[in-house]
């Protein structure tokens, strides 16, 4: 059984830029979450996707995007980087029914962003 | 809103002493309670969760409780190990107002144990 993967593991950008971090979820899964975890905190819900549609938003703004496919991986994108979204991104799947998903999440090893 | 507040760290051990993290949360309806715990420059693992009021969730000697009536989920670990330094999170799984089960964490406590 494989696990939840994310690439990359580090990128470094600069405020303005736009950034994509990829998830690839659990075997199984067809539910993925995102979660920002701050230094020294606990990790912030930011979306969830189901089958492809968004089932779900933390409170980010609009510039804080995702995608689904069809086997279930996803993308985070996040337009017009800020110093503030420095944080470790992590990626989450699980497995819902019908949009439903409150079965245990399983967490990739994250992708550490540093906004300069 | 749905909460989870856990007890501030850094929580400094000797090797084979017990382990009390506590944790107390704020949640509509009967939320899934979880424990997570974080290694230096990794992901988060789970490391146990309950389902239900009076439910004890287990793992590596790692236990919690879900008690509904001081709505805690206090982790116990009758003795640490060096191996068991990490940043630890209390988490509730929010399926009271949503239906994505999104986890609400804690702040989470760094446990260090020293030989």
């Known amino acids: 059984e494989t696990g939840v993967t994310q690439s990359p593991t580090h990128l470094i950008k600069t405020r303005g830029q736009q950034v994509t971090l990829r998830c690839s979820s659990q075997?199984?899964?067809?539910?993925v979450s995102w979660y920002q975890q701050a230094l020294g905190q606990g990790p912030q819900f930011i979306f969830q996707?189901?089958?492809?549609?968004?089932?779900g938003r933390g409170n980010f703004p609009p510039r804080f995007s995702g995608l689904q496919f069809p086997n279930y991986s996803s993308e985070l994108n996040v337009n017009a980087l800020e110093l503030d979204d420095s944080a470790l991104y992590l990626c989450?799947?699980?497995?819902?029914?019908?949009?439903?998903?409150?079965?245990?999440?399983?967490f990739g090893p994250g992708t550490r962003l540093t906004v300069l | 809103g749905n909460s989870v507040t856990q007890m501030e760290g850094p929580v400094t051990l000797s090797e084979e002493a017990f382990l009390t993290i506590n944790c107390t949360y704020t949640?509509?309806?009967?939320?899934?309670l979880f424990w997570y715990v974080q290694y230096p420059g990794e992901g988060l693992q789970l490391l146990l969760k309950?389902?239900?009021?009076?439910d004890k969730g287990s793992n590596k000697g790692f236990e919690a409780t879900y008690r509904k009536e001081t709505t805690s989920f206090h982790l116990e670990k009758g003795s640490v190990q060096v191996s068991d330094s990490a940043v630890y999170f209390c988490?509730?799984?929010?399926?009271?107002?949503?239906?994505?089960?999104?986890?609400?964490f804690g702040q989470g406590t760094t446990l260090q144990v020293k030989p």
């Open positions: 989450a799947s699980s497995f819902g029914l019908a949009g439903f998903s409150t079965d245990t999440q399983y």
């Open positions: 075997s199984g899964h067809n539910t």
């Open positions: 996707y189901y089958r492809e549609e968004e089932n």
């Open positions: 949640a509509t309806g009967y939320p899934s």
């Open positions: 309950a389902t239900k009021a009076d």
């Open positions: 988490a509730l799984s929010d399926d009271g107002s949503s239906n994505t089960g999104k986890l609400i």
